[in-house]
């Protein structure tokens, strides 16, 4: 885990070297071990190192060629990258170190474009090549790690980085909000279109890479999951998972300093435990909670069946509450996905005991886990209907009284393009218009952001139609980006051996039937899961990491806390207050359940408070455990 920050094309009237370095400041979290810079005419690179393999001095960035015509700043882990320099090796090219980061440096001096047909790994990198005067940047497969770009800037100067608060400190760039993206984060929790909050600000897609050349920006495509079923059995598939997911493991375990991994009562972070064997395992819980919400004891006895030392802490709401700001100042867009919290606070427990974590992401997109992705045993009845009949009752129910009968009706005549827009669903889009601002009512509708998805899936089944716009929308805007953000706050590095592209390719072979079935999903990463962990880990049902929320807001300290916000001017800019003060006293009185309703407004708003009223482009203080070795060329 490492960050960056660059730009090209600025203004000569600014001082390049201090411009870098405030950026840098930004982002020490990602890099305290040391820090360097590039610039010359056109371009200024800077890079924050946590040290994880070659810990020595040659393996600092930014990282050269052998004469200097070609500058590298790399984020990630390549895992494969000893094969590729045996290669290169044999190629004629002279490596100063041993490091995964030099590997794409040659690679692409090699390779070209073509290098990220090759790679292994998780990653997001820059590179300048002086003699063609072109920056080539690249995004990994799944978007496990972040690459933000902008022009936004007074000058059209590029701004690029791994988190937006570092394009803050650069004095031509523009900051402004993103209208259009609230509206579609009500219902999906997360930011979902590519430009983000920041106008003008673009995530790079994940599979995808640049070309920046003479202020002219072009991004292409290079990877993508294409679901491919083979007709094999379940014990092929079973025997497939097993070599292929330990493979993985083996790969992401490469380190030259402590490694651990994430451990809660579920299947995918306890499968990942059993292969990896770490020396420590880490857990956390819920104060006063026990159940779903303190899983913390299913993970201890877990640790001592495998003889794994476990640290587990639980948190409390006070401390929830009280850290928010915080983690959504790490996020740099709005996330209120609950989990975020809790992760938090299990990065700094990690970041105690050791520098890398692996964790079990990835394994419910690409293994077929969520419940959402079968039906419910009565609409898996009701769905033998001739799907013409079903659509004529749903079309019948619309009209109707709205009841768990007509729900029920509509839903079941309804296509999965219609129904499924991700893992998340908070607000329902008609209350979300009921409660915005004219202003910001104007945002993409959630079925035309889900419809670009869909149509490259047309010809597949439902369930493979909603795991590919999980792992399109799902997983990069919520899941990787809330882990990489989280475990970066406490300058460790979380791997995720799930997300690997050849157990993504061997993952979707498996037929439908053998991932997702009425018995049980990830159906056939269960059955290979059963021969190294207690079966009552390996069919244990998915929980996630469910946060307490709607206890919190009916009591009267927390529904207070946000009872204040919500009447606040800053809310009056984007709410109707008095619809917002109507949910959650509804909550309050238990009147229905508007948790994540009240939530995921309540979590935008401090993000609100935080980038553009109290931040003012400032970082909140760091301290790099070195001292920085900034060197400008």
Known sequence: MCGFVGFADTSTKIDKVTTVNNMMDTIIHRGPDSGGVFTDDRVAFGFRRLSIIDLSDEASQPMYNEDNSVVLIFNGEIYNFEEIRKDLVAKGHQFRSHTDSEVILHGYEEYGVDLLQKVRGMFAFSIWDQKKQTMFLARDFFGIKPLYYTQNTTDNSFIFGSEIKAFLKH??????????????????????????????????????????????????????????????????????????????????????????????????????????????????????????????????????????????????????????????????????????????????????????????????????????????????????????????????AKALPQNRITGFLVKGGQTVEETFIGEAKVWDENDALKVLKDDFKKGPSVLSITKKVYDRVKNKDDVTKKQYLDLKLWLPGDILLKADKMSCAHSIELRVPFLDKVVMGMASAIPTPLRVNQENTKYALRTAAKEVLPEEWANRPKVGFPVPIRYWLREEKYYNLVKEMFVSDIAKEFFDTDELVKFLDDHYHNRHNYARYIWTVYVFLVWYKKFFIELEGEAPSQSAKHTDELVTV
């Not at 219902?187 to 995808?208: A, R």
């Not at 956390?284 to 919400?293: A, S, T």
């Not at 700094?348 to 959402?372: M, N, P, Q, R």
């Open 171 to 396: 004095p031509s760039f523009k900051k402004e909000l993103n209208k259009d993206a609230l509206k579609p984060y009500l219902t999906f929790q997360y930011s979902v279109l590519d430009e983000t909050f920041f106008k003008g600000v673009f995530k790079l897609k994940p599979g995808h890479y640049m070309i920046y050349k003479d202020g002219k920006t072009e991004v292409k495509p290079y990877w993508d999951v294409n679901f491919d079923e083979k007709g094999n059995s379940l014990e092929h598939f079973v025997e497939k998972i097993k070599t292929t997911v330990e493979e993985s493991v083996k790969y992401h375990k490469i380190s030259d300093v402590k490694v651990g991994s994430f451990l809660s009562g579920g299947i995918d972070s306890s499968y990942i435990t059993s292969l990896l064997k770490p020396n420590k395992t880490f857990s956390v819980g819920f104060q006063d909670h026990e159940g779903i919400f303190n899983e913390t004891n299913l993970a201890k006895d877990l640790s001592d069946i495998l003889g794994i030392e476990n640290h587990k802490t639980v948190i409390n709401a006070d401390e929830c509450f009280e850290k928010l700001p915080t983690i959504q100042y790490h996020m740099d867009e709005p996330q209120s996905n609950p989990s975020s919290v809790p992760l938090y606070f299990l990065a700094e427990l990690a970041s105690k005991h050791v520098t890398v974590v692996l964790s079990g992401e990835g394994a419910d997109e690409i293994f077929g886990g969520y419940e959402w992705y079968r039906p419910t045993p009565a609409m898996a009845k009701y769905e033998k209907i001739p799907f013409a009949l079903r659509r004529a009752a749903s079309n019948v």
